[in-house]
């Protein structure tokens, strides 16, 4: 048997794996301080309810905005390979028009 038992895990794979323990936080964190000011101010359930919601819309907010800045650098990844080598100066027809609609 040839190498580790183990392959290396891709850095790409560890920066979307910790979307899940991002989103668990703010939930949890939004409902621990929900929890005490329900216990300090006496409005239970109220404060928990809206801090698990807080939590929850913040999470996902985070996590759809790194998912899609992920899935564009991937594209972007992937579009650089496609061109041919001295591609990198040229104009594609994918620029935006130039003033004056020349």
């Known amino acids: 048997m040839t190498g580790g038992p183990f392959k290396p895990i ?5 920066r979307l794996a ?5 989103l668990a936080g703010a939930v949890a964190g939004g409902c621990l ?4 000011i329900d ?3 006496g409005t239970a359930p109220w404060a928990l309810v809206i ?16 998912a899609v800045h ?16 001295g591609a990198e ?5 994918r ?3 130039k003033a004056g609609g020349v």
């Open 10 to 14: 891709p850095p790409s794979t560890w």
């Open 18 to 22: 910790t979307q899940g323990m991002e």
């Open 33 to 36: 301080l929900g929890y005490w």
């Open 39 to 41: 216990r300090h101010f």
């Open 51 to 66: 801090g698990a919601s807080v939590g929850i819309i913040g999470g996902l907010y985070n996590l759809i905005r790194k």
């Open 70 to 85: 992920e899935s564009l650098r991937m594209a972007s990844r992937k579009d650089r390979r496609a061109r041919p080598p």
């Open 89 to 93: 100066g040229r104009d594609d027809d």
């Open 95 to 97: 620029s935006p028009p």
